[in-house]
């Protein structure tokens, strides 16, 4: 009797070890697969050859501008040159901040690419400041045989000093007047009204010579300045004034065409020194070859855009030459301010 309590017993732990170990194996088991799923979902998308560089280009414009479409085409063309090994993703809408920031942040590499006005950047580099010279270009053709010519390298050249690459010039129109106020239609229409400009000090002196008071600030805040009455007008190109919607609240649109400032594509020399010198010639290609591209996009878009203003129902002047030469003459004196650029002036001013 005693020994089949003792068999009993034993027979009975034996079971509970059982038991015991097959519990403690089940939380084991099923961590197992969690860690293997979460492995997986966290592992980096496959590289065309395992050595894939990303690159970051800033632009301030909305999806489907003219420039932001030439940024694309960059991209595109700097992946099939470099085969995949080099990705260049575009960042648009300002999701990487406004230009001046951004200017920074390619400086000491943090962002690779940036697409942005001359203006801002010629605080760097003086010499561009000639290319926002009122009425400097008899026209698109004349400004483009300047930009595409040995001139327009030279001034590329130039940023290197500001710890960046000029890559491009990309076509911005021409810039002219718009307000919430009145009908623009000659030079005293513009005395005291508050215009918005680039944080330019060329820019800032071309208003003040029209009689007008210029307000530096971002292109970002123009919409509800324009709204509240903080400042009465602003100047831009057809594109920039439909797609930042300031034709909802700035209806008088007169054309002067008082500049026609190119846009600027810039590279970070920090980021350019890291790569091989194949890899940045075939940048230095991209960049070039999007040029022709982005100029037939922003003629289509700039001839839509005027329509859409129109139907709109904004006020639309078109200034005769004779009014066209009192705005020149207003502005005459800003050449003066840039007599240290004199020989290059006169290289464009004379460029057939």
């Keep these: 009797m005693a020994r089949k309590i003792v068999c009993l017993m034993v027979a009975t732990m034996l079971l509970l070890t059982v038991f015991a170990g097959c519990g403690a194996s089940k939380p084991a088991a099923s961590t197992e697969p969690a ?15 395992g050595k894939q ?14 420039t932001e479409l030439g940024d694309e085409e960059f991209a595109r063309l700097v992946g099939e040159k470099t085969k995949g090994r080099i990705k260049v993703e575009v ?5 990487l901040g ?11 590499g943090a962002i690779d690419f940036a697409r942005i006005s001359v203006s801002p950047v010629a605080e760097f580099a003086k010499e561009l400041n000639v290319l926002q010279l009122p009425y400097i270009y008899r026209d698109r053709e004349h400004m483009w045989k300047v930009l595409q010519g040995p001139i327009g390298d030279d001034l590329l050249k130039s940023v290197e000093k ?4 000029g890559l491009n010039w990309y076509d911005a129109g021409a810039r002219s007047f718009y307000n919430s106020k009145k009908e623009i239609k000659s030079v005293e229409d513009l005395k005291g009204l508050k215009i918005r400009v680039q944080e330019s000090k060329l820019m800032m002196g071309l208003v003040k010579a029209l009689g007008a008071s210029p307000t530096p600030m971002p292109m970002g805040d123009v ?17 920039s004034y439909i797609s930042a919607s300031h034709f909802e609240v700035a209806k008088n649109y007169t054309v002067d065409r008082h500049t026609m400032v190119p846009e600027i594509t810039v590279a970070s020399k920090q980021t350019m020194d890291k790569l091989s010198k194949e890899d940045q010639e075939a940048i230095r290609a991209a960049a070039k070859e999007a040029i022709e591209f982005q ?14 203003a129109k139907a709109a129902g904004c006020k639309i002047t078109y200034l005769d030459d004779k009014t066209v030469a009192e705005f020149q003459k207003a502005v005459a004196p800003l050449y003066d301010d840039a007599k240290d650029f004199a020989d ?7 460029t057939k």
């Design 295 to 308: 100029k037939a996009k922003w003629i289509e878009q700039e001839k839509k855009d005027e329509e859409k």
């Design 344 to 350: 290059l002036i006169k290289k464009i001013q004379e």
């Design 98 to 108: 406004q230009e001046k920031a951004v200017i920074e942040q390619v400086q000491f």
């Design 91 to 95: 960042y648009f809408g300002a999701q």
């Design 35 to 49: 860690k293997a799923e979460a492995s997986k979902e966290a592992a980096p998308a496959p590289k065309p050859d």
């Design 223 to 239: 919409y509800s300045a324009l709204q509240t009455g903080v400042i009465d007008g602003a100047e831009n190109n057809w594109p």
């Design 162 to 165: 500001a710890k960046m690459v």
């Design 53 to 66: 560089i990303v690159l970051r280009l800033a632009e301030i414009h909305p999806k489907g501008y003219p």
